[in-house]
């Protein structure tokens, strides 16, 4: 009886962290996965994308931008210095390109 109710509790622990469309529930680095074309899934955790491509001098147009628990892809320059336009999945539920900071970026990145 034990093991059927460990069994249970790790399939809804499976099934809460992926959506219906087989995306994880944090899915930032699957969206920028699917953008680019990357088959690997290890990029779907956001932190890995600092690995990925060759290392980028800093932010730049086409460069991907790396936070602790969060990845895009820079599409322009803000209106403010250390500030740019930055596309990405999982911005508030949903891909979104808006203006945002990347002083706390972890690493800038080019795609392969």
């Not at 990357?38 to 730049?60: C, F, I, K, L, N």
């Not at 790396?66 to 322009?76: A, N, P, S």
């Not at 596309?87 to 795609?111: L, M, Q, T, Y």
Request: hydrophobic letters at 40%; charged letters at 25%; proline letters at 4%.
């Amino acid at each position: 009886m034990f093991c059927r109710i460990v069994a249970a509790f790790l399939l809804l622990c499976v099934l809460a962290s992926n959506t219906a469309e087989g995306r994880p529930a944090k899915w930032c680095g699957w969206w920028l996965r699917q953008h680019l074309g990357v088959t690997d899934t290890r990029y779907d955790r956001a932190r890995e994308w600092a690995r990925y491509g060759s290392q980028a001098s800093g932010p730049g147009i086409g460069v991907i931008v790396v936070w602790r628990h969060h990845v895009g892809i820079i599409t322009g320059a803000g209106d403010e210095p250390g500030r740019w336009i930055v596309k990405s999945g999982n911005d508030g539920g949903r891909v979104r390109e808006r203006e945002r900071d990347v002083s706390r970026a972890i690493a800038f990145r080019w795609p392969r």
